[in-house]
């Protein structure tokens, strides 16, 4: 177990419901796409969340995302001050990039971003692999990180918005088969990432080139 402070708290959806976290760097290492158990002072009996790490192993902080809810956990997150403790277990997690060059497609659901940014991040920054990211939110005011994801663009990370409460998204799938994609990964609410590996096997995908990361605790 860890001990970090707190260096700060920001909204990173428009319509203030999901916050990142930013906390001293703890770990000594991890990769990108792991997640850690956080723990804080309250009186749920489960005193942690797990939370995927949105930063890099190389940032001078250590940083994750959650939605806002009024569960106890969350509503001692929110009430965090910079210097105040908290407690890390961690790095966790095989949810990873491939260790040689590829193609890769994303598929996050609102704040399965949270893996993925940690990951786009890196790719970005080592020009390692080609990335396409399908994101999915009911709308833009909602989906957290969008501007930063935006700005994030090149000639590595292709960024494909789909505001919608639907997941008609076949012909998207059928282009990136077309593109040569070899891996696919799917991250977010156990409902949702069910459904898209379901439409990625249906679709031929071959399981073993599809990764997950299911969010539970969220409503399955
Ligand atoms: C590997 C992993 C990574 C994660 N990364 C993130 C992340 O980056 N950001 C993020 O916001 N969340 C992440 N989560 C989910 C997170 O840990 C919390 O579970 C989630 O945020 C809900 O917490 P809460 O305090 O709002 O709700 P809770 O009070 O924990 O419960 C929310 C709802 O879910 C129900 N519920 C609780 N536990 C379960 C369960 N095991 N099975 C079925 N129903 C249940 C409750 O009854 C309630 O209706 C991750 C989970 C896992 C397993």
């Given at each position: 177990?860890?001990?970090?402070?707190?260096?700060?708290?920001?909204?990173?959806?428009?319509?203030?419901?999901?916050?990142?976290?930013?906390?001293?760097?703890?770990?000594?290492?991890?990769?990108?796409?792991?997640?850690?158990?956080?723990?804080?002072?309250?009186?749920?009996?489960?005193?942690?969340?797990?939370?995927?790490i949105t930063s890099l192993p190389e940032d001078e902080h250590?940083?994750?995302?959650?939605?806002?809810?009024?569960?106890?956990?969350?509503?001692?997150?929110?009430?965090?001050?910079?210097?105040?403790?908290?407690?890390?277990?961690?790095?966790?997690?095989?949810?990873?990039?491939?260790?040689?060059?590829?193609?890769?497609?994303?598929?996050?659901?609102?704040?399965?971003?949270?893996?993925?940014?940690?990951?786009?991040?890196?790719?970005?920054?080592?020009?390692?692999?080609?990335?396409?990211?399908?994101?999915?939110?009911?709308?833009r005011d909602h989906a957290p990180y969008i501007d930063e994801?935006?700005?994030?663009?090149?000639?590595?990370?292709?960024?494909f918005e789909f505001f919608s409460n639907s997941l008609d998204?076949?012909?998207?799938?059928?282009?990136?088969?077309?593109?040569?994609?070899?891996?696919?990964?799917?991250?977010?609410?156990?409902?949702?990432?069910?459904?898209?590996?379901?439409?990625?096997?249906?679709?031929?995908?071959?399981?073993?080139?599809?990764?997950?990361?299911?969010?539970?605790?969220?409503?399955?």
């Open positions: 177990m860890y001990t970090a402070r707190v260096l700060g708290r920001r909204y990173v959806t428009r319509a203030r419901d999901t916050v990142e976290v930013r906390v001293t760097r703890c770990l000594s290492s991890y990769i990108p796409g792991q997640y850690v158990r956080v723990y804080i002072e309250c009186n749920d009996p489960k005193r942690f969340r797990e939370m995927n250590l940083s994750f995302a959650f939605r806002v809810s009024d569960s106890i956990w969350k509503r001692a997150a929110m009430m965090l001050k910079p210097m105040d403790e908290v407690s890390i277990r961690g790095p966790y997690g095989l949810f990873l990039l491939p260790e040689e060059h590829a193609r890769v497609a994303m598929l996050a659901h609102g704040i399965g971003i949270t893996p993925f940014m940690s990951m786009i991040r890196h790719v970005v920054k080592t020009r390692m692999h080609e990335v396409a990211l399908l994101y999915i939110n009911h709308d994801l935006e700005h994030l663009v090149c000639s590595n990370f292709r960024l998204i076949k012909e998207w799938i059928g282009d990136m088969q077309g593109d040569g994609i070899e891996r696919w990964y799917i991250s977010g609410e156990p409902r949702y990432v069910r459904a898209v590996r379901q439409l990625l096997v249906a679709s031929g995908i071959d399981t073993a080139r599809i990764s997950v990361e299911e969010f539970s605790g969220y409503c399955p």
